[in-house]
């Protein structure tokens, strides 16, 4: 077999003239399109994962393999994404489209050929370059080529297990739709106009690249491609992305997990008892749901094999481990150790996944919709029953709270409110996706939830406990097997929501948060009070775009 090295073929002649190089047609597009120095950066396209490893060990600081068998990487300074550093080129093709704003915040394109320029000149700098390239989409319909060009052998093997790997005879013909040039290790020059660090993650839908300079977060380009998938769905082909994982059961019922990072999409999702899906990124369709990804990106925080064995168990040879900490001798991993960050990450395939459905398409449209909340506060239920009202409502909120370490500069948990379960990477108005939503959940009769996997008892500051899993596994249980459905119900005021009162293996004091504070009936209400109140304040910025009914739905004071 020819190593994946060799590149290129080189005709020797004799002394003093120089050699002639046939190049690969990666080489020409790169050198054509970005004007990458073939002739003087070895590029290494679509290598095995042996030779990333070899390469990573072998010129990265901070690599190492661990005792499972995965590739250990540190990624500098940053540990997390920098949406405030994110931009996108206000162009004609997509300016009318775009939701400019805080999210979305504008480049000019002398900014945007600086910043390539910038990139394309480190690049051009190093001894070698890798480019992956694989698909974003299951369903052949709406899938996206990308192609992601990479000084560092970690990301090319992180986007390797998070993009849809090609086969042999599929890359032969591989053309990108989308370019991705990583120059996380050089910084952007932060005087640049427009610029306000040192760090720049950019996006240009007229010219179909993205940039990114002083940051060597992985993650930042898998939330790249999911923002471009954000707007290529809805404004080309009508179909709704979601930052969502998804499962599917025996008998084809499908549960399609809504959340933020860290409110529990990728542990949730992973059910021995059903096939998985994917674990964060999915589109709707007109014919069911279909995942983006290729692969898996999990938290590892506190990670073990009782608790999670599918995602343990999937840590080995070929996946990536970001910012972990283990033993210097026998190479075991601490997933307690957050010493250098809490958003220890694992990045695999899916087909580590024993119960994965390939391809990762439903048969069908969703049966249940779960909107993942995780309350910091105490203050919401571990489960209520959502009508069609409460279900926009809280789509549109999209309350959670903000856990430690999924961005720079977060350190304990913090209220927040993603539109969608989603704003940092929605590319259109948030009503824009919960118009979509609506009309599918009426469309197809999907049952909705609102799943708390926060804290019960009292806030995570005054010592309240984080719901155990196994309840909230018992809580998904119920959903699944009808039961829940079928249970009393009685209004939870204040938040307008529908709580069972009993539910199969779970504490009928868990499910009123009322029951199980630990504190007294006031030192409760007003923590209730706090909590809707900023659910009333944070709405009014929607409130002239949805009916009377939807926002009735919210919290009463």
């Known amino acids: 077999m020819v190593s994946s090295r060799a590149v290129n073929k080189t005709t020797l002649h004799p002394k003093g003239v120089a050699p002639i190089t046939e190049h690969t047609e990666i080489e020409e597009e790169l050198h054509d399109k970005a004007n990458i120095d073939y002739d003087r950066v070895q590029i290494i396209s679509n290598p095995a994962v042996s030779t990333l490893?070899?390469?990573?060990?072998?010129?990265?600081?901070?690599?190492?393999?661990?005792?499972?068998?995965?590739?250990?990487?540190?990624?500098?300074?940053?540990?997390?994404?920098?949406?405030?550093?994110?931009?996108?080129?206000?162009?004609?093709?997509?300016?009318?489209?775009i939701w400019w704003g805080p999210v979305n915040k504008p480049m000019d394109d002398h900014t945007w050929v600086i910043n390539r320029e910038r990139a394309i000149d480190y690049l051009n700098t190093r001894d070698r370059i890798y480019v992956v390239d694989g698909y974003a989409g299951w369903d052949t319909r709406y899938r996206i080529n990308v192609r992601v060009v990479c000084a560092r052998a970690y990301h090319a093997l992180f986007m390797r297990n998070m993009l849809i790997r090609p086969s042999r005879e599929e890359l032969e013909h591989f053309h990108p739709d989308w370019v991705i040039y990583n120059a996380g290790s050089f910084p952007a020059n932060?005087?640049?106009?427009?610029?306000?660090?040192?760090?720049?993650?950019?996006?240009?839908?007229?010219?179909?690249?993205?940039?990114?300079?002083?940051?060597?977060?992985?993650?930042?380009?898998?939330?790249?491609?999911?923002?471009v998938m954000f707007y290529e769905m809805p404004v080309k082909h009508n179909v709704l992305t979601l930052h969502s994982s998804a499962n599917q059961g025996e008998n084809g019922d499908v549960t399609v997990f809504f959340g933020l990072s860290g409110t529990g999409k990728t542990t949730l999702s992973a059910d021995p008892k059903r096939a998985l899906i994917g674990d964060d990124e999915h589109c709707w369709t007109d014919s069911g749901v279909f995942n983006i990804e290729g692969g898996c990106y999990a938290k590892c925080v506190g990670l073990s094999r009782e608790k999670e064995p599918e995602i343990h168990g999937a840590i080995r040879y070929g996946s990536v481990l970001e910012n972990v900490i283990f033993d210097e001798y026998t190479r075991e991993v601490d997933y307690n150790d957050t010493t250098l960050t809490e958003n220890t990450r694992a990045a695999y395939p899916l087909e580590y996944i024993p119960n994965v459905k390939f391809p990762c398409i439903t048969d069908g449209h969703p049966t249940n919709l779960i909107l993942l909340t995780c309350d910091a506060s105490g203050v919401l239920p571990p489960v209520s029953k959502l009508d069609s009202r409460t279900v926009s409502y809280?789509?549109?909120?999209?309350?959670?709270?903000?856990?430690?370490?999924?961005?720079?500069?977060?350190?304990?948990p913090q209220a927040t409110f993603s539109a969608c379960f989603g704003q940092p990477f929605l590319a259109l108005h948030p009503m824009r996706y919960a118009e979509m939503l609506a009309n599918k959940i009426s469309e197809h009769n999907a049952d909705a939830w609102?799943?708390?996997?926060?804290?019960?008892?009292?806030?995570?500051?005054?010592?309240?406990?984080?719901?155990?899993?196994?309840?909230?596994?018992?809580?998904?249980n119920a959903i699944h097997d009808g039961s829940l459905k079928n249970a009393e119900f009685e209004n939870f005021p204040t938040f307008n929501l529908a709580i069972p009162k009993t539910c199969n293996g779970v504490p009928d004091e868990i499910l009123d948060p009322r029951k199980a504070w630990m504190g007294d009936a006031e030192s409760y209400e007003n923590s209730a009070k706090t909590l809707a109140s900023k659910f009333i304040e944070n709405f009014k910025k929607y409130q002239d775009g949805v009916t009377k009914e939807v926002l009735s739905a919210g919290p009463q004071l």
Request: proline residues 2%; hydrophobic residues 30%; charged residues 20%.
């Open 53 to 97: 490893y070899e390469d990573a060990l072998v010129f990265e600081s901070g690599t190492a393999i661990t005792s499972s068998g995965a590739l250990s990487a540190y990624s500098g300074k940053k540990t997390g994404r920098s949406p405030g550093d994110k931009r996108i080129v206000k162009e004609p093709s997509s300016e009318n489209e």
């Open 190 to 227: 932060k005087y640049t106009t427009g610029m306000t660090s040192s760090t720049s993650v950019a996006l240009n839908f007229a010219e179909k690249e993205m940039v990114i300079l002083g940051t060597e977060y992985a993650g930042e380009m898998k939330k790249g491609i999911f923002t």
């Open 394 to 412: 809280h789509f549109i909120s999209g309350y959670t709270s903000k856990m430690s370490g999924t961005e720079e500069g977060v350190t304990e």
């Open 450 to 476: 609102l799943v708390n996997t926060g804290w019960v008892g009292a806030s995570a500051a005054a010592g309240g406990k984080r719901c155990p899993l196994r309840y909230t596994r018992a809580i998904l």
